[in-house]
């Protein structure tokens, strides 16, 4: 049987290190493990170079090498007999490369410290299966199955149904998990202004991380947000402890004003996939799974699809809810309220407590501050999407077209927090204040 | 040369074993070593299925070129060992230092979280030869800022 590359897309994972053995022009051999080995097609493949200048020189003097590569799922290892072709430096390869380097660095813990300058290119003339001594039957784990097209239609048929930025966040999270089968996943939405990418919603973990910031170019997530390209990572076994100790040191919200980003401590499969919609990415949809290889090709297309479809509906109903009616201010409702809700307003990052406990900062913050003090001022308790997108007061230059993600992370927040003060739907466009206790605001530097 | 005492405990040491050698027409190819040993201060013994890699040992019967990178998987420190060598046949005592590798190296990579079946295919004594490695340069290969650089070379 003749072997050819797409049978070998296993080995392309980033997971088991693969080698490379060139030979200078005098005959002296030279064999290292090498960072990445992208597939390009099916005769070729191209290869980071990070360290070796060796490498570097002898395939330039002669072009044979060998590579050997091991499939992840089964440990089976085959070897490539390849030709030197090309060296890139820019261009979609070079981008394509750059980022599964960028998972991959992730893998070893070296996010960051690998950057890639340059991508060699060769033609593969032959694969060839190496003897093993494992037993003929096939000792091949079954992975996630192959997400069914039907699934990704009815997911998409429920997003395109929802009609605002709650029924299409959950939507979302709940198909990942019933139609495709990945039980955690986390919906960020991206804040261009402060670089970074907030937690929405989750589902499957133990605390939800609603509120939760990380930054543009940090982890998977950061780079999925700053390449607009999925990036996954099929084996985290080697980084897991690390992330453990990092989960162990549970930080203290109210005292750090930090939420602490949602995640499975036992996770060995990552990916997160931009959400783009009009040329832009609006967030990033980040699923994890205990399986070892969860995520192939065919699940990246298929989140893919999904977010795509999600970040759209996400934009339309940003721009119907800013269009939505004004209202005629609604009086508080009239019932005793003896007891005195706490609010304490930090100036210098916009972080509100409610009753002593840290709510968020920033942006929500701001939001959060301005519907009580009309609460309290005016003795308002709906508000509008428009209103809040024309006050002068809110400083809101920079959320125009994504206000309504913001107003349900804020709710979901303060739902999960069992605070004095709720957030309501009230209808397209409109948000209802419930408070149970009357409002003392306190604002300090 | 003589191999210094820091290379000599790394390459016996449970670390990969990876081994480059080429063919008459300069065509690289790959192998995989099943444990080391230090002979006489100057020569690394290799032992090499080659059952499993048949053409490392072609290559090697037919021109000894040989350079073998040796590993830590917990770290990537790495050392690469270029010379001439030469093969004979493994006797009882070199089986035995093979198991011993394969056993410890298995362990070290479990404990890294790889599964026994995953490794299961990379190691093999079948068939096994020993190639005789007269070190000629010696290489530190950790990725990073001195990867490549010589520790000594041949004087």
Not at chain 1, 19 to 42: C, E, F, K, Q, R
Not at chain 1, 406 to 434: P, Q, W
Not at chain 2, 114 to 142: G, I
Request: proline share 4%.
């Amino acid at each position: 049987m003749t072997l050819h590359l797409r049978d070998l897309k296993a080995c392309f994972e980033g997971v088991i290190p693969s080698i490379i053995s060139t030979a200078a022009s005098d005959g002296t051999p030279n064999i290292s493990y090498l960072s990445h080995v992208v597939m390009v097609d099916d005769e070729h493949v191209a290869l980071s170079n990070q360290f070796f200048a060796k490498t570097t020189a002898n395939i330039r003097a002669n072009p044979n090498a060998a590579l050997l590569l091991v499939d992840a799922r089964d440990g089976m290892q085959f070897r490539l007999d390849v030709t030197w072709a090309r060296s890139l430096d820019d261009g979609p390869l070079f981008e394509q490369v750059a980022t599964a380097l960028r998972a991959s660095s992730a893998q070893v813990g070296m996010l960051g410290i690998m950057r890639l300058k340059g991508v060699d290119i060769f033609r593969v003339n032959s694969v060839a299966s190496i003897a093993s001594m494992a037993p003929l039957e096939s000792t091949v784990r079954p992975v996630s199955p192959a997400p069914d097209l039907l699934a990704i239609a009815r997911l998409t048929r429920g997003l395109g149904a929802q009609t605002d930025a709650e029924g299409i966040v959950s939507t979302l999270l709940t198909g990942v998990s019933d139609e495709l089968g990945f039980g955690a996943a986390v919906v960020l939405l991206v804040d261009e202004n402060r670089k970074l990418l907030t937690t929405i919603a989750s589902r499957g973990y133990e605390r939800t991380g609603v509120g939760s910031e990380i930054p543009i170019s940090e982890g998977l997530i950061g780079a999925a947000a700053a390449t607009m390209r999925t990036v996954k990572i099929n084996d985290l076994s080697r980084i897991r402890r690390l992330g453990a100790a990092i989960e162990a040191s549970s930080l203290d919200e109210n005292r750090t004003r930090t939420i602490l980003l949602p995640g499975l401590p036992d996770a060995l499969s990552q990916i997160a996939v931009p959400m783009s919609a009009h040329g832009s990415v609006r967030g990033v949809l980040f699923v994890e799974s205990r399986e070892r290889l969860a995520f192939s090709e065919i699940h990246a297309a298929a989140l893919e699809t999904i977010a795509g479809q999600a970040a759209a509906s996400l934009a339309i109903s940003e721009l119907l809810a800013s269009e939505a009616p004004s209202i005629s201010p609604a009086l508080m409702p009239a019932r005793p309220l003896s007891r005195t809700v706490q609010i304490t307003h930090h100036r210098f990052d916009d972080s509100v407590f409610i009753d002593n406990v840290y709510v968020i900062k920033g942006v929500a913050g701001r939001l959060l501050l301005f519907m009580l003090q009309a609460y309290v001022s005016e003795g308002r308790s709906e508000f509008t999407n428009r209103e809040m997108r024309l006050s002068q007061g809110l400083r809101l230059p920079d959320i125009k077209d994504n206000l309504e993600t913001r107003l349900l992370l804020l709710r979901r927040r303060l739902e999960e927090k069992s605070l004095a003060v709720k957030l309501i739907h009230t209808g397209r466009g409109r948000i209802g204040l419930e408070l149970d206790g009357t409002p003392v605001i306190d604002s300090t530097g | 040369m003589r191999i210094e005492d820091e290379v000599a405990r790394f390459v016996v040491s449970p670390v990969m074993i990876i081994i480059g050698t080429r063919d008459a027409a300069n065509r690289p190819n790959i192998g995989r070593g099943m444990g080391a040993c230090v002979a006489d201060g100057e020569i690394v013994e290799v032992v090499v299925s080659s059952w499993q890699w048949p053409e490392t040992v072609a290559n090697l019967r037919d021109n000894g070129r040989l350079a073998v990178t040796f590993a830590r998987p917990s770290d990537y420190v790495s050392y690469q060992l270029k010379g001439r060598a030469t093969l004979r046949n493994a006797d009882p005592s070199d089986l035995d230092r093979a198991q011993v590798y394969a056993s410890d190296i298995r362990a070290v990579l479990e404990g890294l979280g790889l599964s026994q079946e995953l490794l299961l295919p990379w190691f093999s004594d079948r068939e096994a030869v020993v190639a005789q490695l007269k070190v000629e340069e010696v290489y530190v290969q950790t990725p990073g800022p001195k990867a490549g650089t010589a520790v000594r070379a041949a004087t």
